[in-house]
């Protein structure tokens, strides 16, 4: 309840959560079928209209409402980016907080993957493993799971250096408490805080991310809805019906700027260091 009294205090943080609910409940009413008008439906003779009482957010060439294709559009934006980063934080936790316990030769071999898989801009190397496996939305989120995997295990590798050489670490020891104990109950709940804030703003990335592998072609095919997706239609329309590419554009902004918010102000509250700046 503290982390929540201070997010609500913080004017980042309210901005960042006023964004991430917003776009959850549109993504919840897309998935229930309640937007203005069925998304796939096509109006053959209101194709391309502009913005108006009808359509909110006009129609595209084939005469879809663009306001209900961008509800659903955010949600299986939404369901890649989530996945992935749940993907990536479940590995990379693993990776980080094994290669740190063990150390030696296998913190070796697992930081020196990391390092080859960082050392790939995240959009290529995306790209790669889909070029490999193939388009689709499954795939989009192996492949950004991959990507931001590495990151993870950074995160968590270095405090776990750390806190394993803490005295309450050697106190379980000679109580006899098991290494999946410590490293569930004592090492674990010490990394909730750094793993929070990197999952948010893992999603920002993530999400961007999916809706550059949309735009490509090698995210969500059609005639599912995406971002990326949508945006990729509609680049030969910009002067007919620059709509097309605005609204989503704006969407995908607006939802990385909600992530990137909400993720500096845990950082902020979290983060006991930032609390010791003087103002």
Same mark, same amino acid.
């Given at each position: ?39 796939? +439906? +096509? ?33 299986? %934006? ?39 898989? =960082? ?15 193939? #388009?689709?939305?499954?795939? %989009? ?10 990151i993870f295990a950074r995160v968590v590798r270095g405090p776990t250096l750390s806190l394993k050489r803490r005295e309450f670490i050697d106190a379980a020891r000679?109580?006899?408490? %098991? ?7 004592? =090492?674990?709940? &010490? ?6 804030? +990197? ?22 095919? *059609? #005639?599912?809805?995406? =971002?990326?997706?949508?945006? %990729? ?14 609204? *989503? ?10 992530? &990137? ?13 930032? +609390?010791?700046?003087?103002?």
């Open positions: 309840m503290g982390v929540l009294r201070a997010l609500a205090a913080h004017p980042s943080g309210r901005v960042g959560a006023g964004i991430i609910i917003l776009y959850l409940v549109l993504a919840a009413l897309g998935a229930l079928g309640i937007t203005p008008h069925e998304a796939l +439906q +096509q109006f053959r003779v209101d194709r391309m209209k502009p913005p108006n009482s009808t359509y909110w957010m006009g129609t595209d060439l084939l005469g879809r409402d663009t306001a209900s294709r961008l509800m659903v559009a955010i949600g299986q %934006s939404f369901l890649v980016a989530f996945a992935a980063v749940g993907v990536a934080t479940l590995a990379g936790t693993l990776i980080g907080l094994f290669a740190a316990w063990w150390g030696g030769l296998a913190d070796a071999i697992l930081m020196r993957i990391m390092d080859v898989l =960082l050392a790939f801009p995240a959009i290529l190397l995306a790209l790669l493993i889909i070029a490999i496996v193939g #388009p689709g939305t499954m795939t %989009s989120v192996a492949a950004i799971g991959i990507v931001y995997t590495p000679t109580f006899g408490s %098991s290494q999946s104990f410590i490293l569930s109950r004592h =090492l674990l709940l &010490n990394l909730v805080a750094p793993l929070t804030v +990197q999952v948010t703003l893992a999603l920002a990335w993530a999400l961007l991310t999916e809706a550059g592998l949309s735009f490509l072609g090698l995210g969500t095919q *059609p #005639p599912s809805p995406s =971002l990326g997706l949508m945006m %990729s239609e509609a680049r030969n329309l910009m002067q007919q019906a620059p709509w097309l590419l605005i609204f *989503p554009g704006l969407t995908v902004m607006l939802g990385i700027l909600g992530f &990137n918010l909400f993720g500096d102000a845990l950082r902020d509250i979290l983060d006991p260091r930032s +609390q010791e700046r003087p103002a």
